[in-house]
């Protein structure tokens, strides 16, 4: 199921029209997500291409977000997907507290076509199946000005931690 992530309200307009995402393939312990952004993609900064591999301050700049919530619990998992093949995993024991490396990711792919960019990961392990996503992107524009998509947003200032950003259930998701 293809899920379309909107603007948050106090993002600056962005040379982005559209972010895309879906989660593929949820079977034998792994799945992928992917992240269509569609746009004037030459208006925006890309990190620089690096090697694969772990990376930490990925929301600084363009990078695409999953965040996973069980039902009935505080502790969750924050996944960062940057364009360069860089990622980062960490699990929470609470809202933004409790912070600890977790997992690995298993191959990010990056596509980029004339009408914008597709960015693809495959994870090791897939979460339980009662759990709640939010799909999320920062994008960073050429002037430096950051813009914040998700599903959902909750009142205020952009916060992808907040519950209500991880709004579908993952049974829902991969229909």
């Known amino acids: 199921m293809r899920l379309s992530l ?3 309200p106090k993002s600056p307009r962005s040379a982005i029209r559209a972010i ?8 034998l312990g792994r799945f992928a997500v992917r992240y269509r952004l569609l746009g004037e993609i030459d208006r925006i900064r890309l990190p620089a291409g690096k090697r694969g591999g772990r990376g930490d ?3 600084r700049h363009s990078c695409f977000e999953l965040f996973v919530k069980p ?3 505080t502790a969750y998992v924050e996944y960062n997907f940057a364009p360069s093949g860089q990622w980062s995993i ?18 990010i792919r990056v596509r980029r076509t004339a009408e914008g960019l597709s ?3 495959a ?14 992107a920062v994008i ?4 430096g000005a950051l813009s914040y998509w998700s599903l959902v947003h909750p009142p205020g200032e952009p916060d992808f931690h907040d519950d209500e950003s991880s709004a579908i259930d993952f049974r829902v998701a991969v229909q």
């Open 90 to 107: 960490w699990r929470f024991s609470d809202y933004r507290t409790g912070r600890e490396e977790f997992g690995e990711v298993e191959s």
């Open 20 to 27: 895309e995402a879906e989660v593929l393939h949820p079977a």
């Open 140 to 143: 960073e524009e050429e002037d």
């Open 123 to 136: 994870i090791k392990e897939a979460p339980p199946f009662a759990s709640r996503l939010g799909l999320c």
């Open 57 to 59: 301050g990925l929301w």
């Open 6 to 8: 909107t603007r948050h």
């Open 119 to 121: 960015l693809c990961a």
């Open 71 to 73: 039902h009935g619990g």
